[in-house]
């Protein structure tokens, strides 16, 4: 599957809490996702005045959210499908990431059930390693119209 920017026809995320600009491509058991954190997003007012970094949960949220567009973006999911994070583990944070830095999500699928979703990933910036962990998603469809 080619990229997409439409990321809002993917997720049921909006903005400020949106953490994917694009979704690079996507495999059936992969996902490359970007997101570039420009300097005036919401969290750096107080993280940390003089010396900026984007939060961990930040970051890892933003793993979370792409590895779920990567599957939207295949059409694994009707339209309206809500999804929820339910477990992060093994995570470890890096590398400082600073306004400006792009974040290149790489995802993988651990797990697939018609419930959840267990993933892992690497976030990268410039190639070098600044975060990765693993999750577990629980999705719910949308009823079929009656």
Known sequence: MNGTKDIESLLPHRSPFLFVDEVV???EKKSVCQKTFNA???FFKG???GNPIVPGVIIAEGMGQ???A???AQGR???GTEFFLLEMGKVKFLSPVRPG???RYEVEIIEMT???IRQKGTTYVNDKAVCEGEWVVYYRQPKPAE
């Open 40 to 42: 005036d997003e919401f």
């Open 70 to 72: 990567g599957l939207a």
């Open 114 to 116: 018609h419930k959840i």
């Open 47 to 49: 993280h940390f005045p």
């Open 25 to 27: 491509g996507a495999e």
């Open 101 to 103: 830095d792009t974040c």
């Open 77 to 79: 999911f009707a339209k």
């Open 66 to 68: 792409s590895g779920t």
